[in-house]
């Protein structure tokens, strides 16, 4: 489905802002870079306008987007993730050993495929299956929190049994365990998450340390030379925790007001421009000082600049994940179920994080982690320490009426 296909019938601000993601946010990242797309969650209105009705939420009824489960006879998975999202042989590309292990401990084989590019992209893909309660040839999926959040909210995956995930009910962090989309994880369990940090170029600072967003907004010495995300939650998000606002809580008056404060930065020619990725290449050439950065892309610039720093500001940080979902009538529920059960095994989870180096949301993990792989258990963007954990916090969903109405101011914010 083309992209203007995808977006037809969106209010304009959020169609420019979905354009964003894909073409200069995270979206349009490759998976090693940063693992995800982050930005819109239009609702079952926006759907029908493309000409996709909605599906109907099962109330109470976990079977009513269930089709007959295979899995006792057909010991199989098909398991759709993203690009370079899961440990692989330096020597053999396709094998990935925790899906090896797994197949060897429940003789169900994973049929394995890359083919989340994005998930704007991706929801296009399997939108048509299922709004028409068809079986999408999937059993399980990983894709953002804001697309998890909406394939729940129209019904499209089905409610995990609990008896199949007890290892991800007992192991599963506690931060992770009650986003606002899915309290309690009653349909998803994380694959992986990634925070937004603060960055500095020790040497374009000149030795200067870069602790706070109000630094970034105000420090004469970094005047010119800032720049911030156009992905609206990123952004906006930073400063509202900088203003002593909840993420998780705040009202159109605090929006209102992070936007005015990054306007006045704006104004004042502190802020340089908003990027998406190519901030990168700007911060380790010391073209910019300073600015909001995704933990992915920090792990690889500093492998090639040791001046580059990061730093978890004292008032909070923005935390975000991909999810494992089971899709509406997929055949083999069981067994996707068993997959993620298995994952989060401490030891599992543990091969999985040194092989792709992003967060793990399972307890136990790091132990297991030093005994394989003790950089990167010690790297505090892959495994945060508990005060950084501690200042995680996380954007809330946005209801289709916010969406709309935040985008367009943010646009016309950054001239988007």
């Given at each position: 489905?083309?992209?203007?296909?995808?977006?037809?019938?969106?209010?304009?601000?959020?169609?420019?802002?979905?354009?964003?993601?894909?073409?200069?946010?995270?979206?349009?990242?490759?998976?090693?870079?940063?693992?995800?797309?982050?930005?819109?969650?239009?609702?079952?209105?926006?759907?029908?306008?493309?000409?996709?009705?909605?599906?109907?939420?099962?109330?109470?009824?976990?079977?009513?987007?269930?089709?007959?489960?295979?899995?006792?006879?057909?010991?199989?998975?098909?398991?759709?993730?993203?690009?370079?999202?899961?440990?692989?042989?330096?020597?053999?590309?396709?094998?990935?050993?925790?899906?090896?292990?797994?197949?060897?401990?429940?003789?169900?084989?994973?049929?394995?495929?890359?083919?989340?590019?994005?998930?704007?992209?991706?929801?296009?893909?399997?939108?048509?299956?299922?709004?028409?309660?068809?079986?999408?040839?999937?059993?399980?999926?990983?894709?953002?929190?804001?697309?998890?959040?909406?394939?729940?909210?129209?019904?499209?995956?089905?409610?995990?049994?609990?008896?199949?995930?007890?290892?991800?009910?007992?192991?599963?962090?506690?931060?992770?365990?009650?986003?606002?989309?899915?309290?309690?994880?009653?349909?998803?369990?994380?694959?992986?998450g990634i925070q937004t940090v603060v960055a500095y170029n020790r040497k374009a600072t000149r030795g200067k340390e870069v602790t706070s967003v109000s630094q970034l907004l105000d420090d004469p010495d970094l005047k010119g030379r800032v720049t911030f995300l156009s992905e609206m939650r990123d952004s906006i998000g930073m400063v509202l925790l900088?203003?002593?606002?909840?993420?998780?809580?705040?009202?159109?008056?605090?929006?209102?007001?992070?936007?005015?404060?990054?306007?006045?930065?704006?104004?004042?020619?502190?802020?340089?421009?908003?990027?998406?990725?190519?901030?990168?290449?700007?911060?380790?050439?010391?073209?910019?000082?300073?600015?909001?950065?995704?933990?992915?892309?920090?792990?690889?610039?500093?492998?090639?600049?040791?001046?580059?720093?990061?730093?978890?500001?004292?008032?909070?940080?923005?935390?975000?994940?991909?999810?494992?979902?089971?899709?509406?009538?997929?055949?083999?529920?069981?067994?996707?179920?068993?997959?993620?059960?298995?994952?989060?095994?401490?030891?599992?989870?543990?091969?999985?994080?040194?092989?792709?180096?992003?967060?793990?949301?399972?307890?136990?993990?790091?132990?297991?982690?030093?005994?394989?792989?003790?950089?990167?258990?010690?790297?505090?963007?892959?495994?945060?320490?508990?005060?950084?954990?501690?200042?995680?916090?996380?954007?809330?969903?946005?209801?289709?009426?916010?969406?709309?109405?935040?985008?367009?101011?943010?646009?016309?914010?950054?001239?988007?």
């Amino acid at each position: 489905m083309a992209f203007n296909e995808l977006t037809d019938g969106l209010p304009e601000p959020v169609r420019r802002a979905w354009e964003r993601s894909l073409t200069s946010g995270r979206a349009a990242l490759g998976r090693r870079t940063l693992l995800r797309a982050a930005a819109l969650s239009a609702g079952a209105g926006t759907l029908a306008a493309c000409g996709i009705p909605a599906a109907p939420r099962a109330t109470g009824d976990s079977t009513a987007n269930a089709a007959k489960d295979l899995s006792e006879t057909q010991k199989e998975v098909a398991f759709s993730n993203w690009p370079l999202y899961v440990d692989t042989d330096e020597k053999d590309k396709e094998k990935h050993g925790t899906l090896e292990a797994f197949t060897e401990a429940t003789g169900i084989k994973v049929k394995y495929n890359e083919d989340v590019n994005d998930n704007v992209e991706f929801f296009g893909k399997i939108k048509p299956q299922l709004a028409s309660g068809q079986d999408t040839g999937r059993d399980l999926m990983v894709l953002t929190d804001w697309m998890a959040a909406r394939l729940i909210r129209l019904g499209w995956v089905q409610k995990l049994n609990p008896a199949n995930v007890t290892t991800a009910i007992t192991t599963i962090e506690s931060r992770f365990r009650a986003p606002d989309w899915d309290p309690g994880r009653l349909y998803s369990y994380p694959w992986a998450g990634i925070q937004t940090v603060v960055a500095y170029n020790r040497k374009a600072t000149r030795g200067k340390e870069v602790t706070s967003v109000s630094q970034l907004l105000d420090d004469p010495d970094l005047k010119g030379r800032v720049t911030f995300l156009s992905e609206m939650r990123d952004s906006i998000g930073m400063v509202l925790l900088d203003q002593g606002r909840s993420t998780e809580r705040f009202t159109a008056d605090d929006f209102d007001g992070a936007v005015a404060r990054l306007q006045k930065a704006i104004d004042s020619k502190q802020i340089r421009r908003f990027t998406g990725n190519d901030y990168g290449q700007e911060l380790s050439a010391g073209d910019i000082a300073a600015c909001i950065a995704w933990g992915g892309d920090l792990i690889q610039l500093r492998a090639d600049n040791p001046d580059i720093e990061f730093v978890i500001p004292e008032k909070g940080y923005i935390a975000s994940t991909d999810n494992m979902l089971v899709p509406a009538r997929a055949q083999h529920k069981a067994n996707a179920e068993k997959l993620i059960d298995f994952y989060y095994q401490p030891k599992i989870a543990a091969q999985l994080v040194a092989g792709i180096g992003f967060v793990s949301a399972v307890t136990g993990m790091k132990d297991e982690l030093a005994g394989i792989a003790p950089d990167t258990a010690a790297n505090p963007l892959v495994v945060p320490t508990p005060e950084m954990a501690g200042r995680a916090h996380v954007f809330r969903t946005l209801s289709e009426s916010e969406e709309s109405d935040f985008e367009q101011k943010f646009s016309k914010l950054i001239g988007a």
